[in-house]
């Protein structure tokens, strides 16, 4: 097993043991949490991917759920779009992706906190060239950023993750998102 896949599972393993082994801690808030983010990000390939792809960028449309007396662990949902261009210069893939996952959001100091993400879900992948090559497979992601909560409702966030499309390409996710708090 190569060093990139020691560190990917490591990581999943740690961020699982960390959702289900947290201590309580002062900060209780009043209810469920429901957001909302929308999240346009950049795409670097990596490893040999490289040597076909170029850099692309997409948007994810995410559904967060924080459960009520959890101050750390959240769910979300997330639909995604990505436009990926090849190095060849007439021909670029897009993917859409549909996924679920579980992270940690750790208050740092006032309204900024750390978080950190783990998700699964299913990908598929089409040539823009009217050719009609496709295909679809699992994909897993692993990241981190921090967010700042501007108002009780709205609140801006910077992130970065490894993400595995099996069977197409790895990369790298750069991303700038706003996540709207829809109840509290």
């Not at 436009?83 to 859409?96: E, H, M, Y």
Request: aromatic letters at 16%.
């Amino acid at each position: 097993m190569d060093k990139k896949r020691v560190i990917i599972i490591a990581f999943f393993v740690l961020v699982t043991f960390l959702l289900f082994g947290q201590e309580e801690t002062g900060y209780q808030q009043s209810g469920t949490i429901f957001s909302l983010k929308l999240t346009p990000s950049f795409e670097i390939p990596i490893g040999t991917d490289r040597d076909i792809f170029n850099y692309g960028g997409g948007v994810d449309l995410s559904a967060v759920l924080q459960p009520a007396g959890q101050s750390l662990v959240y769910f979300s949902s997330d639909l995604s779009y990505s436009f990926i261009p090849t190095q060849k210069a007439d021909l670029s893939v897009s993917r859409f992706s549909l996924g679920a996952g579980a992270g940690l959001n750790f208050g740092l100091i006032g309204n900024l906190s750390l978080f950190a993400n783990t998700r699964a879900g299913y990908y598929y992948g089409f040539l823009n060239d009217g050719s009609g090559t496709s295909q679809g497979n699992p994909f897993v992601s692993a990241g981190l950023g921090l967010a700042y909560q501007f108002t009780k409702r709205i609140s801006l966030g910077v992130g970065a993750s490894y993400n595995s499309y099996l069977g197409f390409y790895n990369n790298w996710s750069i991303s700038l998102g706003t996540a709207f708090r829809l109840s509290s």
